[in-house]
């Protein structure tokens, strides 16, 4: 099957989940996750009408951004390290793994010197496994109300990594669903983001709430290298270091 063919797939599946809970296609909004992907197939998904891309590594979304040019737009869904706030900033216009109030003090100072806003997802670990990140639960609603101290920072909404387990899947999905209503009683309303499920579980993260499935292999199929070089960019693409 092509890329084209993955992603007619994966829209069909994400309104047959809509369906099922009584929602609308479009309250769901899918981000093709590029991560280590060859550029080519990243072109034949903008051939297919996706023009925005989700990436793990700084270094590779700058790369990838350099190549593709102006008219996509990219999101950083991996960590962010304080060290690469400026080099991420000249290429996302979405950040979902805002989880410090030191990186959202740098963030802050870059942006406010811009007068550029950034739509910000708060990354919640629901899973409780050491080896992801994210804020604990419990320290949600602390973290978010001192997000008033950043204004270039538009906090939309919270985003997690679920547990590999099916039924701890789901408990972690109803938790951030929690959150997002005790956010919208305290703030008034907002938080409408909800950025929960992959590729092996986006269908029950769309019957929990999510309103945007971060999907990697379902589209482009099997990762290659980690690394940022011919197998990632192609053949014959470079880019300067």
Not at 73 to 99: F, I
Not at 113 to 130: I, P, Q
Request: some cysteine; aromatic content about 4%.
């Amino acid at each position: 099957m092509t890329i084209a063919d993955n992603l007619r797939s994966v829209t069909g599946r994400i309104a047959a989940a809509c369906q099922a809970t009584g929602r609308q296609p479009d309250s769901v909004r899918l981000l093709p996750i590029s991560k280590t992907q060859p550029i080519d197939r990243l072109r034949q998904a903008m051939a297919a009408g996706r023009v925005s891309f989700g990436e793990n590594r700084v270094q590779e979304m700058a790369a990838k951004a350099a190549l593709l040019g102006p008219g996509v737009s990219w999101c950083l869904v991996g960590h962010l390290q304080r060290n690469k706030v400026y080099q991420a900033l000249a290429a996302m216009t979405e950040l979902q793994s805002l989880d410090s109030a030191r990186l959202a003090e740098v963030l802050q100072r870059a942006l406010a010197a811009s007068g550029a806003r950034l739509r910000v997802l708060v990354e919640v670990n629901t899973s409780g496994e050491a080896s992801k990140h994210g804020l604990d639960p419990g320290e949600v609603m602390a973290f978010t109300a001192g997000l008033v101290a950043y204004p270039n920072l538009a906090a939309v909404g919270l985003m997690t990594v679920a547990h590999p387990d099916p039924i701890l899947a789901g408990a972690g999905f109803d938790q951030v669903v929690e959150l997002q209503d005790r956010l919208r009683q305290r703030d008034g309303g907002g938080w409408d983001e909800l950025s929960m499920g992959m590729s092996g579980d986006f269908e029950a993260a769309i019957g929990h709430g999510s309103t945007c499935v971060r999907i990697g292999t379902a589209i482009f199929g099997a990762r290659p290298s980690t690394a940022i070089g011919p197998a990632v960019l192609g053949s014959h693409e470079t880019i300067d270091r």
